[in-house]
């Protein structure tokens, strides 16, 4: 009897594992993809992509047509080259595509996507954003940092004129990464880390420049074990590894901003006379409340802003000046024309001031 039972069992298990897989082939069959290249079983069309992938992707457009799909290991992808698709995706579909992949990047490095960069598409998203909008990146803020932003540009430039006079060497990187570092800092945490007015120990701001950058190039590397699973199990290169030693190097510098500042305002609080300071985003966000009735933001949720706002301008300002030196010591003709505008509409003794 307990044979013909345990028989029975099993035979319906079997039965409803073959129903799964036969309706989920079926289901891939009727479903309709756009064409693609063929692909590898396991690693799909992760081959027919190089280090430059973009432009293999546009080569893959000119072959099979304006929309593709790729295989890459276990996740499915399109890409396109049409300006009316882009148009689709970008605004009629957008609330299908805007969300960013989890990568094991962006969980390791931006505090379980729980920041605004690359929060899924939803309610947090949203108010994370909302948070940033409303306190960082207003007129009324921006123009209020004014002052900051014009000393940060007199101290570059007379830290680079006279390292050009002694004939030294000028590492750009360095001097915009410094420069834009110490803009973003000072609207975010109140202190520069970087030049004359630094806060901190020298070493101190290396580092935290140093797993600044570190955490761009990580959150950018195309990781296999995204795509294949097996790959995170072998980690070869060790990038999982490099990943975790960073989110933890990052969180030790957001931990003790968050405890400097609480310092800071018990020290307000206590000393009624010196009340009236300016309010940095670190102390706007200490005094904002959570979600769902909570009376203070997490500080995990503080974290994520902290680092997403010195990530996102630290590097793309920095690379963006960079490049656009590169540009132009590349064009000498350019770089004449440009000094001779510069010296006849400017002068040589006057700073150009930026306006916004
Ligand atoms: C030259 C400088 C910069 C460049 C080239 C740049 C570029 C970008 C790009 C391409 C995106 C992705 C947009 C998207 O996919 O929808 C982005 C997002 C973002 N950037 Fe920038 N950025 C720069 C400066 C800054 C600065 C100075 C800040 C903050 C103070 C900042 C904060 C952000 C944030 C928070 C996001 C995510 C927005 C969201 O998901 O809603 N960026 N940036």
Redesign the pocket.
Known sequence: MILLLAFSLFAILSLNVLLWRWLKVSACKTQKFPPGPPRWPILGNLLQLGPLPHRDMARLCDKYGSLVYLRLGNVDAITTNDPDTIREILFRQDDVFSSRPKTLAAVHLAYGCGD??LAPMGPH?KRM?RI?MEH??TTKRLESFTAQRAEESRYLIADVYKRAECGKLINLREVFGAFSMNN?TRMLLGKQFFGPGSAVAPKEAQEFMHITHKLFRLLGVIYLGDYLPFWRWVDPYGCEKEMKDVEKRVDKFHTKIIDEHRRAKREREDNTNNNNGEMDFVDVLLSLPGENGKEHMDDVEIKALIQ??IA??TD??AV?NEWAMAEVIKQPREMLKIQEELDSIVGSKRMLMNLI
Do not use: Q
């Open positions: 605004v960069a998203w954003r940033c960082l990146i973003v997403d706002m996102a301008a793309t300002s963006t």
